[in-house]
Nanobody
């Protein structure tokens, strides 16, 4: 059974930082590109960023570019989302997702597995 478990969410003041992690089990982690998405009260799930299976390529939404960094440790089956200079508009539930091979990283339907999400709240 595949599981993705996010951790590291919480409440932070604007300008602060958080580091999310997503640990995978039940899958050959290094075969999967990993993505981060977020969902605020607005219904659409928004692409945040992604990293290729090898870690050699990263992709970011314009709204987080320069503030967020994605990395992965395949030996630990874990992907990370370092979030700096947080803004109130970053408040959302953050989800990690896994997609085999080389998906269209910003497309939620390309992903095979999803975590349960972790809440990030940024106060002004």
């Amino acid at each position: 059974q595949v599981k993705l478990v996010e951790a590291g969410g919480g409440l932070v003041q604007a300008g602060g930082s958080l580091r999310l992690s997503c640990a995978g089990s039940g899958l050959t982690f290094s075969n999967y590109a990993m993505g981060w998405f977020r969902q605020a009260p607005v219904p659409a799930r928004e692409f945040v960023g992604a990293i290729s299976w090898s870690g050699s390529s990263t992709y970011y939404a314009d709204s987080v570019k320069g503030r967020f960094t994605i990395s992965r440790d395949n030996a630990k089956n874990t992907v990370y989302l370092q979030m700096n200079s947080l803004k109130p508009e970053d408040t959302a539930v953050y989800y990690c997702a896994a997609a085999v091979g080389s998906p269209r990283v910003a497309v939620p339907d390309e992903y095979d597995y999803w975590g349960q999400g972790t809440q990030v709240t940024v106060s002004s």
